[in-house]
């Protein structure tokens, strides 16, 4: 079982940045893919960016590509999610999520954290 916690949502106006936290506890780290999924009102939950288990290969949205990164730190358990450039359309509440194969669009990962609301102001 692995417990995720999100952390560093809030609000920030258009153009401003903000760094996204998820802290797992309760299994080996390194095993598991992660991911940053966000679902805005009225819409369907979508893969925003997507790390391997080393950290050597990602994936972004073409909507985020070129202003999200997303890192990981093994030893302390934790993936990042370093968001620039906001635009009033990246509101939405972000989830981290994790599993032991690889995460893509159409996953659905065993493990999810309990979201955190980022809103973008214009």
């Known amino acids: 079982q692995v417990q995720l916690v999100e952390s560093g949502g809030g609000l920030v106006q258009v153009g401003g940045s903000l760094r996204l936290s998820c802290a797992a506890s309760g299994h080996t780290f390194s095993t598991y893919y992660m991911g940053w999924f966000r679902q805005a009102p009225g819409k369907e939950r979508e893969l925003v960016a997507a790390?391997?288990?080393?950290?050597?290969?990602?994936y972004y949205a073409g909507s985020v590509k070129g202003r999200f990164t997303i890192s990981r730190d093994n030893a302390k358990s934790t993936v990042y999610l370093q968001m620039n450039s906001l635009k009033p359309e990246d509101t939405a509440i972000y989830y981290c999520a994790a599993d032991l194969r690889i995460i893509t669009i159409w996953s659905r990962p065993d493990y999810w954290g309990q979201g955190t609301q980022v809103t973008v102001s214009s």
């Open positions: 790390i391997s288990w080393s950290g050597g290969n990602t």
